[in-house]
């Protein structure tokens, strides 16, 4: 098991940047694949964006590619999220989530160990 913290949250504008960090301690946490997950009000946690153990591979999900990039740490323990040309439909609570495994998955229910959440909002 691992805990996840989150940080980095906050108002911004359209067109801002702002970057989250997850700080994860426990054993091990090279092993785990580390995602980011968002929901904004009365909808479901969606996929963002996730990395292997090493950090060698990444993926992204469809609303956030070519604005948003994962990267992690091992070193520090932790990973990041950093949201450029931010939108206002990027408004949600932010989830850190990590899953002891060597392959990526964007469903949700496969990963167990998570974060308590940051807000991020975004006016336009």
């Known amino acids: 098991q691992v805990h996840l913290v989150e940080s980095g949250g906050g108002l911004a504008q359209a067109g801002d940047s702002l970057r989250l960090a997850c700080a994860a301690s426990?054993?091990?946490?090279?092993?785990?694949?580390i995602g980011w997950f968002r929901q904004a009000p009365g909808s479901e946690r969606e996929f963002v964006a996730a990395t292997t153990g090493s950090g060698s591979s990444t993926y992204y999900g469809d609303s956030v590619k070519g604005r948003f990039t994962i990267s992690r740490d091992n070193a520090q323990n932790r990973a990041y999220l950093q949201m450029n040309t931010l939108k206002p439909e990027d408004t949600g609570v932010y989830y850190c989530?990590?899953?002891?495994?060597?392959?990526?998955?964007?469903?949700?229910?496969?990963?167990?160990?998570w974060g308590q959440g940051t807000q991020v909002t975004v006016s336009s």
């Open positions: 426990g054993r091990a946490v090279e092993s785990y694949v």
């Open positions: 989530a990590a899953r002891r495994s060597r392959t990526v998955t964007t469903t949700t229910a496969l990963y167990d160990n």
